[in-house]
């Protein structure tokens, strides 16, 4: 059974980088988009960005400046660097798996094994 | 609009059928994901595609789509399903709805 855990520093502070680590256990990473998303304090999802494992990326229009997603197959490890981070960045961080394809009629994307979930909070 | 709106909160008596809704131009291409989230806990993919549902989830959850419009079924509602609720999907982005918070009375 596929497990992820991400790590990293739980306190990042304001204009800084933040730095999370997804580490992939129980399964290959191969063949999958890798995601990041986060959940700000009382708040709903966000999608940050994903990653297919050969190396290709998809950000958040909103967020694209600043985000960047990078995998390690060697490692079975994506990582997400996240910089000039102010109060607003901080939020639960989760990674997860995500499935994307096409049927005869519509296209499905769903991310289907997600990890605990690491709380960063930006704070001087 | 490449959003997905969600109604905030709908409550459902015990046993009975609640539908949550999510409305979105990207959903007349592409099938929504649900995610069931309880406190302090990680979203849960409860349905997928067309109407699939992950191992380990009850049957009592449905998916269905028309148009730009998807919806989440829960039929015969148990108090473990009270969760807020996500729909996903993808365009030239992807996008999280806005989350429907469920109360099972």
């Known amino acids: 059974q596929v497990q992820l855990q991400e790590s990293g520093p739980a306190l990042v502070k304001p204009s800084e980088t933040l730095s999370l680590t997804c580490t992939v256990s129980?399964?290959?990473?191969?063949?999958?988009?890798w995601s990041w998303i986060r959940q700000p304090p009382g708040k709903g999802l966000e999608w940050i960005g994903n990653?297919?494992?050969?190396?290709?990326?998809n950000y958040n229009p909103s967020l694209k400046s600043r985000v960047t997603i990078s995998v390690d197959t060697s490692k079975n490890q994506f990582s997400l660097k996240f910089s000039s981070v102010t109060a607003t960045d901080t939020a639960v961080y989760y990674c997860?798996?995500?499935?994307?394809?096409?049927?005869?009629?519509?296209?499905?994307?769903?991310?289907?094994?997600w990890g605990k979930g690491t709380t960063v909070t930006v704070s001087s | 609009s490449s959003e997905l709106t969600q109604d905030p909160a709908v409550s459902v008596a015990l046993g009975q059928t609640v539908r949550i809704t999510c409305q979105g131009d990207?959903?007349?291409?592409?099938?929504a994901s649900w995610y069931q989230q309880k406190p302090g806990q990680a979203p849960v993919l409860v349905i997928y595609?067309?109407?699939n549902r992950p191992s380990g989830i009850p049957d009592r959850f449905s998916g269905s789509s028309s148009g730009n419009t998807a919806s989440l079924t829960i039929t015969g509602a148990q108090a473990e399903d009270e969760a807020d609720y996500y729909c996903?999907?993808?365009?030239?982005?992807?996008?999280f709805g806005t989350g429907t918070k469920v109360t099972v009375l």
């Open positions: 990207s959903l007349r291409s592409y099938y």
């Open positions: 996903n999907s993808r365009d030239s982005s992807v996008h």
């Open positions: 129980g399964g290959s990473i191969s063949n999958y988009y």
């Open positions: 997860a798996r995500a499935v994307a394809g096409s049927s005869i009629y519509f296209y499905y994307y769903y991310m289907d094994v």
């Open positions: 990653i297919y494992y050969i190396g290709s990326t």
């Open positions: 595609g067309p109407n």
